[in-house]
């Protein structure tokens, strides 16, 4: 029991180390021997828990799914309506970017992902089935246009999300990320919310950017 | 004079064969030898134009950028409003993701480019600036609202269209790309353009899927 203990907290420190080296080399620039040193464990020990470069890239991509995926649950679980759900959960990936280096690690190397044959389809499908889900919710909440189309609408912010994020880190190193998916929901919430709720725009871009 | 001709020639050879290999198989997975195969030029030709497959993945990140900004030289040069333009703009652009290689290739490498260390940003602070300039005089003709921030609608756009094109590339190939596109104006337009001009909300989608 102590062995398997230490065991997951060795592997848990690999890919925390990984990520910052992933973070900041990307998949091509980062050696096995950098992320044990960084990790503070031998070589023989990281290999024995990944035996090759591939298998921790693909471990740090899916922890980062991981941690997104469980704090979109934890938004879920608030109970709040369907729309203020989902811009919920955008501010929580956002918040997620900011302060883990695993999830920017893991976008990175999503977006490096050919370079190593993984296929990366699942967290963008897991992603727009979940915010189509809640688009539905939201029409019949009454909050969303009833002829919006939540799937096109569930695509457009995945879409969305991926390119303005990244253009806010190619451009201010995520700086102004925050600030910049905020003008996301302030100019794209008008055309897809109902006509008799446009008054609720504003308060849900500042839901987005932290009020209670 | 002929050999002068025959050296640019050869140079756009092998800058169509890189790009066709860049974008099958990346940076990390593209050999020179292929590309001078590809090309039907010896290696030491190949050489002689690109003495690293850094030089060659530039050349191909330039050539992108020339193309797409001599597109927008075309489009401008019609004279039309300036919302107008800023859509035909971004309908040419992904007319041009669909049908050159040289396009998808050189934002492939775009994605991977910190893997040869080369700085991406100037391309998307020049449609940012490009798209700002003409979000300004979309306001001064009335057609975009009067309290928008041209800056930050004119780096949603570019942030927006680079998320998109390549969530549409994940999963479907970029078949569905026009469409994924098309839904971005329909749900971004009403948001922006002033309130006395929704009207033209419908003509603006259409014009971007190709209506005259």
């Known amino acids: 029991m102590v062995q398997q203990e230490r065991a997951r907290s060795t592997r848990a420190a690999i890919i925390g180390a990984a990520a910052r080296i992933f973070e900041e080399q ?9 992320v044990a040193t960084e990790a503070g464990v031998t070589k023989g020990a990281l290999y024995f828990h990944f035996p090759a470069k591939e298998d ?4 740090v991509i899916e922890e980062q799914h991981a ?10 679980a608030l109970g709040r309506p369907a729309l203020e759900t ?7 990936f956002a918040l997620q970017l900011i302060e883990h280096s695993v999830m920017r690690a893991g976008i990175r190397l999503t977006f490096e992902a050919s370079a190593f044959g993984h ?9 727009s089935t979940r915010f189509a889900e809640l688009a539905r919710t939201a029409q019949d909440d009454g909050d969303l246009r009833g002829d919006l189309d939540p799937e096109a609408f569930a695509l457009l912010i995945v879409g969305s999300y991926t390119g303005v994020q990244m253009v806010s880190d190619i451009l201010t190193g995520r700086q102004d990320v925050l600030e910049r998916l905020a003008d996301l929901w302030r100019m794209l919430l008008p055309g897809v919310v109902a006509p008799d709720r446009q008054e609720h725009v504003p308060r ?3 839901l987005f950017l932290g009020a209670p």
């Open 204 to 206: 849900l871009v500042d």
């Open 119 to 127: 296929d990366v389809r699942q967290p963008y499908l897991d992603w």
């Open 86 to 92: 989902l811009v919920l959960i955008c501010r929580g």
């Open 56 to 59: 921790l890239a693909v471990a």
């Open 26 to 34: 990307g998949y091509g620039g980062t050696a096995l021997a950098a």
């Open 67 to 76: 941690i997104a995926s469980a704090d979109g649950v934890r938004v879920q």
